[in-house]
């Protein structure tokens, strides 16, 4: 069975920083595209960032450019969501995933019924 694990949530204060950590035990990521995908209480499920494998395409949702960075470290078979300057608002469970059928993150944008893995998902709590 394929799993992804999320780890690296918790709760900070606004401003400060979070590393969120995306590995697959049982299942290599090379050649797919990965994605965090986050849902905050209330609200739905919304794409955050993409990392390619085929081209190093990355994407962000632009609420989080310049604050998220997303990176991938083939030899761990892991991908992070280092994330600065984090605000309340970025409160949510997020959550990897990945999509077999595609090696990059050109063309439409967190097409959620697209990535076929996902993980149970890490909280993030931003409040002080």
């Known amino acids: 069975q394929v799993r992804l694990v999320e780890s690296g949530g918790g709760l900070v204060q606004p401003g400060g920083s979070l590393r969120l950590s995306c590995a697959a035990p049982d299942f290599t990521l090379d050649y797919y595209a990965v994605a965090w995908f986050r849902q905050a209480p209330g609200k739905e499920r919304e794409g955050v960032s993409c990392?390619?494998?085929?081209?190093?395409?990355?994407d962000y949702e632009d609420s989080v450019t310049g604050r998220f960075t997303i990176s991938r470290d083939n030899a761990k078979n892991t991908v992070y969501l280092q994330m600065n300057s984090l605000k309340p608002e970025d409160t949510a469970w997020y959550y990897c995933a990945a999509n077999t059928m595609r090696s990059s993150c050109r063309g439409p944008r967190f097409v959620q019924h697209e990535f076929n893995y996902w993980g149970q998902g890490t909280q993030v709590t931003v409040a002080s």
């Open positions: 990392i390619g494998y085929s081209d190093g395409s990355i």
